[in-house]
């Protein structure tokens, strides 16, 4: 049974940084979607950034392009998401999401931020920037 447990959110001042975390345990895969996705209060869930981790060119949501990056463990099921020069506006409820079966989500970038077709959502990880 696939589990995705995320990590590293609290509270950060606009300008600061965080390291999230999305460790995937009860997975057989060696190649798989992760995505990134958050929630701001009272509105819709959008999609972060995603990344294949077989090696592909991750994708990123407009808003966050240059500030935060996606990036995988070289040996664990781990992908972070790195967030630098937060703004009050990234405060969010943050969650990952995996997509295993062929073809994943991230064949597109519209897909793999659309969070249609992710097989597995973790609890998420709460970001507050003050």
């Known amino acids: 049974h696939v589990q995705l447990v995320e990590s590293g959110g609290g509270s950060v001042q606009a300008g600061g940084s965080l390291r999230l975390s999305c460790a995937a345990s009860?997975?057989?895969?060696?190649?798989?979607?992760m995505g990134w996705f958050r929630q701001p209060p009272g509105k819709e869930r959008e999609g972060v950034a995603g990344?294949?981790?077989?090696?592909?060119?991750?994708y990123y949501a407009d808003s966050v392009k240059g500030r935060f990056t996606i990036s995988q463990h070289n040996t664990k099921n781990t992908v972070y998401l790195i967030m630098n020069n937060v703004q009050p506006e990234d405060t969010a409820m943050y969650y990952c999401?995996?997509?295993?079966?062929?073809?994943?989500?991230?064949?597109?970038?519209?897909?793999?931020?659309?969070?249609?077709?992710?097989?597995?959502w973790g609890q998420g990880t709460q970001v507050t920037v003050s």
């Open positions: 999401a995996a997509d295993w079966k062929w073809p994943t989500v991230c064949m597109t970038a519209d897909q793999a931020l659309g969070a249609q077709g992710y097989e597995r």
């Open positions: 009860g997975f057989a895969y060696n190649s798989y979607c």
């Open positions: 990344i294949y981790v077989a090696g592909q060119t991750p």
